[in-house]
């Protein structure tokens, strides 16, 4: 996602805190089976190369986990949290976003 009026949309929509990020998520209502995501980190979360590290270990970890725990049709905010993101280690990365991805399903 590159448009801040689907970033805002999703902030309007679910979402599931974690201790090293933080998910949004919604249902697109189309009958797309694409599944979009974003990525952001404010400047709390430390300088420019902390927040980028951050997003970089956010994309590796969606880019994993969502083609099977993402919903078809939905987008995904994905927001880096501050001295947890870009330090975490990876696995503890990974059960934190599925445990979200779970969490944000249909159902819930």
Known sequence: MRKRADFLACARARRQGTGTMMVQARDRRDDSALIRVGFTCSKKV????TRNRAKRRLRAIARELL????????DYVLIGRADATAIRPYDDL???????????????
Request: zero cysteines; a positive charge.
């Open 94 to 108: 990974r059960r934190d976003l599925g445990y979200a991805l779970r969490r944000l399903g249909p159902g819930a």
């Open 46 to 49: 430390g300088n420019a190369v």
């Open 67 to 74: 083609p099977t725990g993402g919903l078809p049709g939905w």
